[in-house]
């Protein structure tokens, strides 16, 4: 736990009482003892410190000061084909530590029906995973999660409506994610589309390309949706780091 998060109502003035996991975290792993100061930070909003002001068997006692600014939507929006429940736990933690603004979890013709049954799609599972995220990534944003569990609506009815520039990852397309990518800004985010790793059909593919979604390949290996997710994140950071020197 690099940041340990907290609710804006959970605040009783400048002071802060925990009595569960993020209690038990404070005196097993980090050993606080009164006049420890901790970083943390309330969800959706600033970070700042705590100091410890008592332990006991059952609680922790802060004194809260925040300071600097609200969490800032990261620039990325994630378009996934749901995979498989195992590979959804890492990806939600995952995409959280690298910084996306929203998850939406759709339908292709190859993700399997049941796969919406998960018991990680439910509000709890999938809210602890990202906080996992948010406390690796020491970041306040919670991304939000969106479920489509038809394509057709989803692509012709949502995809219109949200801002920014789309890229969409296909084992078969000719150009690379350098070559087709533009920057996103904060007017701006990027939509970034991950399909099953047999890739979109041939629908669903010219679906979000009719929608102005530039088409890239990862090159010639196929990779584990939750790798490629990562995989992917990683070159986008790095091109706008790139582009941001030039």
């Given at each position: 736990?690099?940041?340990?998060l907290?609710?804006?109502?959970?605040?009783q003035?400048?002071?802060?009482v925990l009595?569960?996991?993020?209690?038990?975290?404070?005196?097993?792993?980090?050993?606080?003892?009164?006049?420890?100061?901790?970083?943390l930070?309330?969800?959706?909003?600033r970070?700042?410190?705590?100091?410890?002001?008592?332990?006991?068997?059952?609680?922790?006692?802060?004194?809260?000061?925040?300071?600097g600014?609200?969490?800032?939507?990261?620039?990325?929006?994630?378009?996934?084909?749901?995979?498989?429940?195992?590979?959804?736990?890492?990806?939600?933690?995952?995409?959280?530590?690298?910084?996306?603004?929203?998850?939406?979890?759709?339908?292709?013709?190859?993700?399997?029906?049941?796969?919406?049954?998960?018991?990680?799609l439910?509000?709890?599972?999938?809210?602890?995973?990202?906080?996992?995220?948010?406390?690796?990534?020491?970041?306040?944003?919670?991304?939000?999660?969106?479920i489509?569990?038809?394509f057709?609506?989803?692509?012709?009815?949502v995809?219109?409506?949200?801002?920014g520039?789309?890229?969409?990852?296909?084992?078969?397309?000719?150009?690379?994610?350098?070559e087709?990518?533009?920057?996103?800004?904060?007017?701006?985010?990027?939509?970034l589309?991950?399909?099953p790793?047999?890739?979109?059909n041939?629908?669903?593919?010219?679906?979000?390309?009719?929608?102005?979604?530039?088409?890239?390949s990862?090159?010639?290996?196929?990779?584990?949706?939750?790798?490629?997710?990562?995989?992917?994140?990683?070159?986008?950071?790095?091109?706008?780091?790139?582009?941001?020197?030039?």
């Amino acid at each position: 736990m690099n940041l340990l998060l907290l609710e804006q109502e959970e605040l009783q003035g400048d002071r802060l009482v925990l009595n569960d996991h993020r209690a038990t975290h404070l005196r097993q792993v980090l050993r606080v003892e009164p006049g420890s100061v901790v970083r943390l930070g309330i969800i959706g909003g600033r970070q700042g410190r705590g100091e410890v002001l008592q332990v006991s068997e059952c609680e922790v006692s802060l004194r809260v000061e925040l300071a600097g600014e609200t969490a800032t939507p990261p620039q990325v929006e994630l378009i996934l084909a749901l995979p498989r429940p195992i590979m959804l736990q890492r990806i939600f933690k995952q995409a959280t530590v690298m910084g996306v603004r929203r998850i939406h979890l759709i339908r292709s013709q190859r993700v399997e029906k049941s796969f919406f049954a998960s018991p990680v799609l439910s509000q709890e599972k999938s809210r602890a995973l990202i906080l996992e995220g948010m406390e690796q990534a020491v970041d306040t944003w919670m991304p939000g999660v969106h479920i489509h569990q038809r394509f057709k609506p989803f692509v012709e009815d949502v995809v219109p409506q949200l801002p920014g520039r789309g890229f969409i990852a296909h084992p078969h397309a000719t150009g690379t994610l350098d070559e087709v990518f533009i920057p996103p800004s904060a007017d701006c985010p990027l939509l970034l589309a991950v399909g099953p790793e047999g890739g979109w059909n041939d629908y669903e593919l010219n679906a979000f390309t009719n929608c102005g979604f530039a088409a890239f390949s990862m090159g010639k290996r196929i990779l584990h949706v939750d790798t490629a997710v990562v995989a992917l994140m990683a070159q986008i950071d790095l091109l706008c780091q790139l582009r941001e020197k030039r």
